[in-house]
């Protein structure tokens, strides 16, 4: 199944997501001082980079895990991702992330969805959002009678679907090139990584992200984890980031599971995270 929210059964050692720049609306822009327009932008174009971190991420985290979807396999998510900063909420909803194993080991993803977003001032936004396109490949399996984990590489592309001049899209195309890794241990699961961001643009800053996920499953069900994440600055004069997500994955059957995880920032947090969600609908094993 994919690392992509996997399910509970997945996460104890059995094998079984956004919009860019929040541009300011004209209107907006020349009630305020460009000083103040600048800092809030670049503040929330921070935010929406993180949640499009690996992603643009495994839900319901933003970190990712290296597991691929089996072979001639589809899942699903239908899911709801946000995050609060200077006062301006933003975010994706409803969105799908749609993954598929074109090969064994290796997984074609893509994750269309309508953005939206909350700014002080100015009226809300909701519309077609930015599109996200992944090749997951898996090239290290983890073997469960010794030390070695499953090791993938996985490049995510962000084509700039959405309308930048309402906030609603980066306006440009952006890159992740990042490598995830992943060993399970009974009911204990750890999985992560990080990898580097292409983010072209003026103003704007390629950086790194990194991300670890310490997961345990309670009961056949009922999967809780913690999630710790670090990102360099996304803009010039911008803020680096540090958070934390607290998530659970509750399987209502084999094939429909339920995901969310709630964080913030620990490090610049009103600027950057003050608050951040995902709450999703997984559904696996369709062929």
Known sequence: MSGRGRTVASKAGITDHRPGVFARDA??????PARFVAKKTRAVIAVLTLLSSPAIA????????PEPVDYQRWEFYAFS???RANGETSGV???CDCNYGILPDVQLHIQPGAAFRRASGASPAWGPG?????LKYRFVEQDKTNATPSIAFYPLLEAPTGDPTRGLGAGRTRALLPFWGQKDFGDWSTFGGGGYWINPGPGAKNNWFVGWVLQRKLTEQL?????????TPTEIRGFQMTGFNVGAIYDLSEHFHLLASAGKGLQHARETNAFSWYVGLQI????
Do not use: C, M, N, W
């Open 27 to 32: 209107t907006a822009a020349t009630k305020r």
């Open 58 to 65: 495994g839900p319901p985290y933003i970190t990712d895990d």
């Open 81 to 83: 991702q946000g995050g």
């Open 93 to 95: 909803a409803p969105s």
């Open 130 to 134: 930015d599109t996200e396109l992944g």
């Open 223 to 231: 999967a809780v984890g913690l999630e710790l994440f670090h990102q």
């Open 284 to 287: 696996t094993g369709v062929e």
